[in-house]
């Protein structure tokens, strides 16, 4: 009867432990874990197509950075995780600093993505602008 007694005793602390174990477990993970994930910086690739060298940019979202004529902003990126190729989605702002046109804010203003970059291209005569990363 005593050690019938330890038994369930024993199994209730158990039990009282992997109860708290999951609930602990539950709480540290983020909401929303499988639909979106946003990031901090954006990682474009901008090929010069004059000298056809390309470079490596890391931009940190809600900064502009000055590439050469270009004036680029991030506003947001996210990473998508339903399946097994993640697609990659940034809100990106470029201006170019030749252009003296008043009416013409942007040259680009628009979601870019990282699969196809042409469902919303960038047009620019002497640059092209693909993203490569959100993280």
Same mark, same amino acid.
């Given at each position: 009867? =005593?050690?019938?007694?330890?038994? =369930?005793?024993?199994?209730?602390?158990?039990?009282?432990?992997?109860?708290?174990?999951?609930?602990?477990?539950?709480?540290?993970?983020?909401?929303?874990?499988?639909?979106?994930?946003?990031?901090?910086?954006?990682?474009? $690739?901008?090929? #010069? $197509? +004059?000298?056809? $060298? %390309?470079?490596?940019?890391?931009?940190?979202?809600?900064?502009?950075?000055?590439?050469?004529?270009?004036?680029?902003?991030?506003?947001?990126?996210?990473?998508?995780?339903? #399946?097994?190729?993640?697609? =990659?989605?940034?809100? =990106?702002?470029? $201006?170019?600093? %030749?252009?003296? #046109?008043?009416?013409?804010?942007?040259?680009?203003?628009?979601?870019?993505?990282?699969?196809?970059?042409? +469902?919303?291209?960038? #047009?620019?005569?002497?640059?092209?602008?693909?993203?490569?990363?959100?993280?």
């Amino acid at each position: 009867m =005593i050690q019938l007694k330890k038994n =369930i005793q024993s199994g209730k602390v158990s039990f009282l432990f992997l109860f708290i174990y999951f609930f602990l477990i539950n709480l540290s993970l983020p909401l929303g874990a499988n639909e979106n994930s946003e990031g901090e910086f954006v990682e474009i $690739k901008i090929l #010069d $197509k +004059v000298s056809s $060298k %390309t470079d490596l940019l890391k931009l940190s979202i809600g900064q502009e950075l000055r590439f050469k004529s270009l004036l680029i902003k991030s506003l947001k990126c996210k990473n998508s995780e339903f #399946d097994d190729n993640p697609e =990659i989605t940034a809100y =990106i702002q470029v $201006k170019d600093l %030749t252009n003296k #046109d008043n009416n013409e804010v942007f040259i680009f203003n628009g979601w870019t993505f990282s699969s196809s970059p042409a +469902v919303n291209p960038f #047009d620019h005569a002497v640059y092209d602008i693909w993203l490569t990363r959100c993280y």
